[in-house]
């Protein structure tokens, strides 16, 4: 059910439409994170409003609450959270590698304890693949190991090459289940074997941290298996950005042309433009809502922290050049006020205008890519993010 | 610039219309809730496109942070706050007697220490007038004396007297301020003296417990007085509900007809039924929005605690006879789910539930009023009301 489709090139960086069976969404894309189901404090009518196509959730978290078979239950992932545009889910594969609880990892899978109430699960590749079935999101990642950081060359290496196991046995239970991975749903097996309206495509994962080879031989491998997307994942994780960005420029330019690439759980605008000039087209991250929940943020002209004195009698709104609900309506000493008053909305005003922001953005870059200016975007953006408020940060 | 019209009345039951400076709101009304100048998590928009016509702040809190001097700076409490509509601010009175931080009180006023520096501050008549004319709303309380409960006949007969002397200062001042009390602001006065654009009206408060002499006194006392509203206050202060209906049903229909009539601070669908069947047309409370954030829906049958077991695979809304933002796309299952993964929309969309479930209350009231049928309204919703999730509460 997964289509792809390329509309303009502009050096390295694309601009597309990611076709599913919950609509479109346009490329470079950044998808909001609902990490359970909704985004911290705004309502999906908030997030179409402002222009957002895509949401991200995770399978490992969903899992074990409210379970994957509820959400069956419920008509999987769209009608149980009420936002019916597109879907990914993340395997979780970070969560079980970064979150307390994990017991035992060996090539089966991962054993996790619950958070929730300490129930023991094993996440096998087979197992992931099964939940995110259930769920049925129009996207899901398989399963990877994401080692933490720093990591010696010999784990790193066993990481990737699991990864590649785990991928390769998540396309075998794709198969089997009577799904084509690319996300051609159905199109080649019999309908007894064909899930009743299965629209999930799945994306394999590149990891490899800042290892050249180890990201290629990650790469071509998973490359090679029928996937409909593909993912860099173990970038972030406490490496310098100096490295992270090495990596990027290295393997994204090398992943496959014709299937969308998404950079996982990252990163600020820079990163974003960074990403974009390299040749990736979707990204998530929960900055926008977190930030907004701490009083942060962002704008045309850099961060603004709303908690400074300096913006106590500011009737300016967080950006002018903004036209969010939050910034027609709000005034930066009332954001302020709220934030001091620990009131709700200013949490819920500040991450609307943060989302906003980033849509905002993602959308002048597809402008950019579509009329050839990509980089001259990206260098007026940088040159007016880093003239503004950036002084108040220091 | 306030003004008052009665479009129909049904037995002791009346339907109309309050005029302001921010347009028109329908009586009887349920006042939203927004101390600090927000609803709890709910956006100005989000009341408005809910039916939601007026919003009731606290002078006493926003004094205190963001100080009175700012909020008029920034051009008033509209400007301020984003909403746009007619605002009725509390004085405070009830805070000033039930927050800890009151250090002494005299006739002068009450010296209060702030929960914010601790710096002390002398709530007077005046200043309270005089912070409120800063605030400008379009409806204002008068500073009230409201005595704790249990409390014996001297010390509510003194605050009943301390209420009418500094009712009679508050009028003075708002004479000597150029504004007319009933709201016909500047009309008389030179426009040397009047406050530029000064469009709030003061509501006299009647006190004096359940005690009828005492309540009828405050109330001759007060009527007397060229408020444009007056207020039942000192009620759901801790005494027996059947003592509070009794005061009410006593009071309530000796109000002066012509002048809105507001029961401040209260309650519960059952508790505004009585009232408006006893006269009154201005109601507030914290209820839908407190109890929105603990998961406790209102709904048409009764009411509904959405963590209890049997709402986990509910596909149902939270009420079928709603149509709000959140009964058209959200299921009991899922607000169930958000609410145990503590995520921040469980608060948001009950809450907005809620809001909605009262608005659409007011909303029958006043076309049953207006249609000869209240009794009838009434007795059929709370036959509803305690038909169905009542069930679930015992």
């Given at each position: 059910?997964?289509?792809?489709?390329?509309?303009?090139?502009?050096?390295?960086?694309?601009?597309?439409?990611?076709?599913?069976?919950?609509?479109?969404?346009?490329?470079?894309?950044?998808?909001?994170?609902?990490?359970?189901?909704?985004?911290?404090?705004?309502?999906?009518?908030?997030?179409?409003?402002?222009?957002?196509?895509?949401?991200?959730?995770?399978?490992?978290?969903?899992?074990?609450?409210?379970?994957?078979?509820?959400?069956?239950?419920?008509?999987?992932?769209?009608?149980?959270?009420?936002?019916?545009?597109?879907?990914?889910?993340?395997s979780?594969g970070f969560q079980i590698f970064s979150?307390?609880?994990l017991?035992k990892v060996t090539d089966?899978g991962a054993?996790?304890?619950?958070?929730?109430?300490?129930?023991?699960?094993?996440?096998?590749p087979?197992?992931?693949?099964?939940?995110?079935?259930?769920?049925?999101?129009?996207?899901?990642m398989v399963l990877d190991e994401c080692p933490p950081y720093p990591c010696d060359h010999g784990h790193l290496s066993r990481a990737v090459e699991r990864t590649i196991r785990w991928a390769e046995?998540?396309?075998?239970?794709?198969?089997?289940?009577?799904?084509?991975?690319?996300?051609?749903?159905?199109?080649?097996?019999?309908?007894?074997?064909?899930?009743?309206?299965?629209?999930?495509?799945?994306?394999g994962i590149v990891q490899g941290g800042c290892d050249e080879k180890l990201r290629r031989r990650s790469l071509e491998a998973t490359a090679?298996?029928?996937?409909?997307?593909l993912a860099l994942g173990g970038f972030c994780v406490g490496e310098h950005i100096e490295d992270t960005r090495r990596g990027i420029a290295f393997i994204a330019?090398k992943m496959?042309?014709?299937?969308?690439?998404?950079l996982m759980g990252m990163?600020?605008?820079?990163?974003?433009?960074?990403?974009?000039?390299?040749?990736?087209?979707?990204?998530?991250?929960?900055?926008?809502?977190?930030?907004?929940?701490?009083?942060?943020?962002?704008?045309?002209?850099?961060?603004?922290?709303?908690?400074?004195?300096?913006?106590?009698?500011?009737?300016?709104?967080?950006?002018?050049?903004?036209?969010?609900?939050?910034?027609?309506?709000?005034?930066?000493?009332?954001?302020?006020?709220?934030?001091?008053?620990?009131?709700?909305?200013?949490?819920?005003?500040?991450?609307?205008?943060?989302?906003?922001?980033?849509?905002?953005?993602?959308?002048?870059?597809?402008?950019?890519?579509?009329?050839?200016?990509?980089?001259?975007?990206?260098?007026?953006?940088?040159?007016?993010?880093?003239?503004?408020?950036?002084?108040?940060?220091?």
């Amino acid at each position: 059910m997964l289509s792809f489709t390329l509309s303009a090139t502009d050096s390295l960086a694309r601009t597309g439409t990611v076709q599913t069976a919950h609509g479109p969404f346009a490329t470079p894309a950044f998808m909001t994170v609902g990490t359970q189901g909704a985004p911290k404090g705004i309502t999906p009518q908030q997030v179409t409003e402002h222009g957002g196509q895509v949401l991200l959730m995770n399978a490992f978290h969903l899992a074990w609450r409210p379970g994957e078979k509820l959400v069956q239950q419920m008509g999987g992932l769209h009608n149980f959270t009420g936002w019916h545009g597109p879907i990914l889910t993340d395997s979780g594969g970070f969560q079980i590698f970064s979150l307390p609880g994990l017991r035992k990892v060996t090539d089966e899978g991962a054993l996790f304890a619950s958070a929730v109430d300490g129930s023991l699960r094993l996440f096998s590749p087979e197992e992931v693949v099964d939940i995110e079935c259930a769920l049925a999101p129009d996207m899901a990642m398989v399963l990877d190991e994401c080692p933490p950081y720093p990591c010696d060359h010999g784990h790193l290496s066993r990481a990737v090459e699991r990864t590649i196991r785990w991928a390769e046995r998540s396309a075998a239970r794709v198969a089997d289940r009577g799904l084509h991975a690319g996300g051609n749903c159905g199109a080649a097996v019999s309908a007894a074997r064909r899930p009743e309206a299965c629209t999930t495509s799945f994306f394999g994962i590149v990891q490899g941290g800042c290892d050249e080879k180890l990201r290629r031989r990650s790469l071509e491998a998973t490359a090679a298996l029928p996937f409909a997307g593909l993912a860099l994942g173990g970038f972030c994780v406490g490496e310098h950005i100096e490295d992270t960005r090495r990596g990027i420029a290295f393997i994204a330019p090398k992943m496959p042309a014709d299937r969308p690439r998404y950079l996982m759980g990252m990163g600020t605008p820079e990163d974003i433009l960074f990403a974009v000039a390299h040749g990736l087209d979707m990204f998530d991250c929960t900055l926008p809502t977190r930030n907004g929940r701490n009083g942060l943020a962002f704008t045309s002209r850099g961060k603004v922290r709303i908690k400074n004195a300096c913006h106590a009698a500011s009737d300016a709104p967080l950006d002018e050049a903004c036209g969010c609900y939050t910034c027609r309506n709000f005034s930066r000493a009332f954001l302020r006020h709220l934030l001091l008053a620990r009131e709700m909305n200013a949490a819920i005003l500040i991450s609307l205008h943060n989302l906003a922001f980033y849509f905002r953005l993602m959308q002048g870059i597809r402008e950019a890519i579509g009329q050839s200016r990509f980089e001259r975007f990206r260098a007026e953006f940088l040159a007016a993010w880093e003239s503004g408020a950036g002084v108040e940060e220091k």
